[in-house]
């Protein structure tokens, strides 16, 4: 298996104002292009491992072979991260989750309002480079965390299903060192029909 880069639903300046089409480009195109680049090169010689889906060899990276462990954790986990997040954003997006997702975050949080509170707390307090998720536990139970770098939910043991990339690249260009006021913008953008569908998705296979 040789991973590409997935295509994207919407236009680089799709997100406008709140996410730049200069960054969602350079993301896009450079970054994410980046960690499949490197995520093939590190597979090039295990045949075997190229077969298996990239979320198992994530799931177990213990029996990826150290020498090349370190790379499919970051590049691996790169690309799973950000071919979650892109779904994630659509143009005129925002607004509120509707039935199970919200059914889900009012019994966990108690209301929209202090999730959304929680969340972008978590993102904001992510120290360096890494991200904030909402994810699924092996009992259903929905849980809030954040990841450093590229690492992936499933070293956790949970499933994700809604996430946030806080690394600079993410959102330097428009916004400096504000990564508050990003986070905020953010949530302008968030394709909630895409959350509901991965939630479900998850959900079916327990």
């Known amino acids: 298996m040789v991973y590409t880069l997935p295509l994207l639903s919407y236009s680089y300046d799709a ?12 993301h896009y195109t450079k970054h994410h292009q980046a960690y499949i680049d490197n995520l093939n090169k590190a597979l090039e010689a295990y045949p075997d491992l190229q077969k298996k889906p990239l979320i198992t060899l994530l799931q177990d990276l213990s029996a990826v072979p150290e020498s090349i462990r370190a790379a499919v954790r970051n590049n691996g986990g ?14 005129n997006g925002g607004g509120q989750p509707k039935d199970k997702v919200l059914a889900a975050i009012t019994k966990k ?3 929209f309002s202090t999730f959304q509170d929680q969340f972008n707390a978590a ?15 092996k009992n259903g139970e929905i849980v809030l965390g ?31 060192n504000r990564r508050p006021d990003y986070i905020n913008a953010w949530w302008h953008v968030i394709a909630w029909d895409q959350v509901e569908d991965n939630y479900n998705a998850i959900l079916a296979k327990l």
């Open 78 to 91: 790169g690309h799973f991260n950000h071919s979650l997040f892109w779904p994630l954003m659509k143009k």
């Open 146 to 176: 954040s990841t450093a770098n590229q690492d992936t939910p499933y070293e956790q043991g949970t499933i994700p299903f809604f996430g946030l990339d806080v690394w600079e690249h993410a959102y330097y260009l428009k916004y400096q």
């Open 15 to 26: 997100l406008e104002p709140y996410i730049d089409a200069l960054t969602m480009e350079i």
């Open 109 to 111: 949080f108690g209301n």
């Open 123 to 137: 993102a904001k307090s992510r120290f360096g480079s890494g991200w904030a998720w909402l994810s699924v536990d």
